[in-house]
């Protein structure tokens, strides 16, 4: 697929590389990131109306320094310089940079200086984010400053004539008040694309581009229910129909009503061949007797992995396998402090499939975000049901019975869990909440029906708020809606007599109890 309009990203190792790509799509306007290495011709090429140099960890001074092709400023093609951009293109135009006693790290505020039709619309003393260790102190031929900051005399510079822009904030993140305004002057007014960029255009492209790297090949994609792996099976099946095999593990320790919906979306509905693998009693067997939660974990990990692989040959030969890794997915995943989410690949990445099962990996939603994610399945005609859900474990349920997992134990979860989220649904606060759960405790409590004396389960409810699930906060109720649930899981629920609401916040909780 042609794009009239493309933005190129420059990538000089930047964490948000990808969070640019993104506000550039927001303008509606295609974006392509490539790495600094790619030849002023090769970028030529593809037509682009204008560049975006990324910020990048280095510093310009030193001689490993990452360095774009130099041609690349004589192509009458616009060039925005963001942080490190900025930087680069100071120092390759004949400016310099130095480090000044102390990094400025955290907001500041923008003074105008002079005119610029990247800044239009952004007003001063509005925050922008900060975070360079390098500041700009001689401006090159041609260059004039059109912003500055208490700390930084630099924060954006210009040569108006050729089009080359530079900016010591991110206009790119969160933290940074009408940075968009920034990004949209660009890619609009300076580099003149027409927005008209659109999910729609996004499926076209990467169905295409799937077509071409699977050609007559199989794809293996290993279905959870979850929003990634689904979004992604639709789009393959998209790009190539029956060459796409969809295998999906019955794992026992799923929501009610789970599996029959997954079969129902996409055997029924998308007609995608989707292989189903009965593994409950599998699960059951060797999770038997275990309590402790990483022996858990590890168990119903390995046992995916075997099932998935006894399916995945049964199938004869399979070429690609598709993941639905996220772009959030690859900076955990590459994020040095480890953290939750080494957990979550360990479980999700195939990775421990044996070596004569190696696969060529096929990842459609790396670049996207969450948010785009669901656009995405949006526009591939996937129910809400499945696009606006809620995370989910990989080890499922297992993880949220408490002690021990038994089938009599993971029945009545399911019950508690599922009237749980009905009543959430019910009051309409489903799309607030980050992720609802239950579990079932270890313990068992006193309690009176009718004029019995009970002794039974205790399950504990649980509902945060959270951007990234790397932190949460829990969910403050309505006071009735708490009660409406409680009450419905004491009387329908016949193995549980009391209801506790987890208030504990992540940190110092994580999210899930195991
Ligand atoms: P924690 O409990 O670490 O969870 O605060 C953070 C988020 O990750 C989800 N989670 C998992 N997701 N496989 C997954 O796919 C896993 O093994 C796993 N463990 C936790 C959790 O539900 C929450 O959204």
Redesign the pocket.
């Known amino acids: 697929m042609k794009h009239t309009q493309t933005i190129i990203v420059l990538d000089f190792g930047a964490q948000y590389s990808q969070l640019i790509a993104r506000r550039v799509r927001e303008a509606k306007v295609y974006s392509r990131i490539l790495p600094f290495t790619a030849s002023a011709e090769e970028i030529r090429k593809l037509n682009p109306n204008g560049i975006i140099f990324s910020g990048g960890p280095a510093s310009v001074n030193t001689a490993e320094s990452p360095r774009p092709d130099p041609e690349l400023f004589s192509l009458g093609i616009p060039i925005l310089g963001i942080c490190y951009g900025l930087q680069v293109m100071t120092v390759m135009q004949g400016g310099s940079v130095t480090r000044p006693d102390r990094r400025e790290y955290g907001f500041a505020k923008l003074k105008h200086t002079d005119d610029s039709d990247l800044l239009t619309g952004m007003h001063e003393n509005r925050q922008v984010w900060m975070s360079h260790g390098d500041s700009v102190d001689g401006l090159p031929d041609g260059f004039k400053v059109t912003a500055s900051s208490e700390n930084c005399p630099a924060a954006a510079i210009e040569h108006t004539g050729r089009q080359l822009y530079g900016v010591q904030f991110h206009p790119e993140v969160a933290h940074t008040e009408e940075g968009q305004t920034l990004i949209r002057n660009f890619v609009l007014t300076i580099c003149r694309c027409v927005p008209d960029w659109d999910m729609g255009s996004f499926v076209d492209q990467a169905a295409a581009e799937i077509r071409a790297k699977v050609g007559s090949r199989t794809v293996l994609c290993g279905l959870s229910g979850g929003v990634d792996s689904s979004v992604a099976a639709a789009l393959i099946h998209k790009a190539v129909g029956d060459q796409l095999v969809c295998v999906f593990v019955n794992n026992g320790l799923l929501r009610k009503g789970e599996a029959d919906l997954v079969l129902q979306v996409f055997r029924e509905s998308f007609h995608i061949r989707l292989q189903y693998a009965e593994a409950e009693d599998e699960f059951l067997q060797n999770l038997k007797g275990i309590t402790e939660p990483e022996t858990k ?1 590890k168990i119903i990990g390995k046992i995916f992995i075997d099932i998935f692989e006894k399916e995945a040959r049964s199938l004869g030969q399979v070429d690609f396998l598709a993941q639905g890794t996220l772009y959030p997915d690859v900076i955990e995943s590459i994020s040095p402090s480890g953290g ?1 989410s080494a ?2 690949k360990s ?2 990445n195939v990775g421990g499939l044996p070596e004569d099962l190696r696969f060529e990996l096929i990842e459609p939603l790396k670049e996207l975000f969450k948010d785009e994610v669901r656009l995405l399945g949006r526009e591939l005609g996937l129910p809400d049901e499945i696009i606006n859900r809620h ?5 499922g349920l297992g993880i949220r019975c408490i002690g021990e997992v038994t089938r009599e134990r993971l029945d009545t979860l399911r019950e508690v869990d599922a009237i749980f989220i009905e009543e959430i649904r019910k009051a309409g606060l489903y799309g607030e909440i980050w ?1 609802a759960l239950t579990c079932l405790l270890p313990v068992k409590s006193v309690g009176v029906q009718g004029d019995e004396r009970t002794y039974e389960e205790v399950c504990s409810l649980r509902a945060v708020t959270s951007e990234d ?1 790397m932190t ?1 906060d829990w969910y403050r109720f309505p006071p009735e809606v708490l009660q409406a649930a409680a009450n419905r899981i004491c009387n329908e629920v016949e193995r549980v007599n009391r209801v506790l609401y987890d208030v504990t916040s ?1 940190p110092p909780g ?3 109890w195991e």
């Open positions: 974990r939750p957990t979550i479980h999700h995370p989910f474990p990989g080890p992720q699930a949460a992540k994580t999210v899930e």
